[in-house]
């Protein structure tokens, strides 16, 4: 059965693209996250999504929020986890490609949005249920990815035990990942940020 979507096609039972002149196309998968931190979750989707794909989209959302609770981490910074996680994990970075989206409405709207904003794509992975049934509204195939031991790799999870210092968070993400939040004192900021101190205020204002 072949699918038809925004000029391209695209065949389920071999997620190769096919392109309105017939050229079989890199098969992708987009891999929708806020990423808050990176951790070892994440990679083992992406490992899974590149057994049947040739190349992964990471879709960075809320990309224009940082320095808050749920989105302590800027969006480059994100882009930065993903590029060391991925190595760590020993996955070739050409087959790895990162995209920014803003928070969306959920609206059909904004799967066109996120298709402008990114290379084909022809699988999408993601757990915001309400932004999943748009792209299925919009006719692409979407999988909720496999929960890996999701009690421990959970941003949430890692986020509080960061502003805990308990240091078994760096368990949980890629040893350069773990490096890179030190170096931004991810710690800090965290308890900058859930402390609301004066403190707190007086240093983001002269950041």
Known sequence: MVNINLNYAYLIKTDRFINMYGVCMTSRALFFGRFQPVHKGHVKVAEDILKIHDEIIFAVGMSTESHT???????????????????????????????????????????????????????????????????????????????????????TVIRTLMYNRDPEWRELVEPSVARYLDEIKAEERIRRILDKTETHIFIEETD
């Open 69 to 155: 609770p749920r989105n302590p981490f800027t969006a480059g910074e994100r882009v930065e986890m993903i590029r060391l996680a991925m190595r760590d994990a020993g996955i070739p970075l050409d087959r790895v490609i990162t995209v920014t989206i803003p928070t969306l409405e959920v609206s059909i709207a904004s799967v066109y949005y996120v298709v402008m904003m990114s290379p084909s794509f022809n699988e999408v992975y993601m757990g915001n249920i309400p932004i999943a049934s748009m792209f299925r509204q919009a006719g692409y195939k979407v999988r909720i990815p496999t929960p890996y031991h999701r009690e421990k790799y959970n941003g």
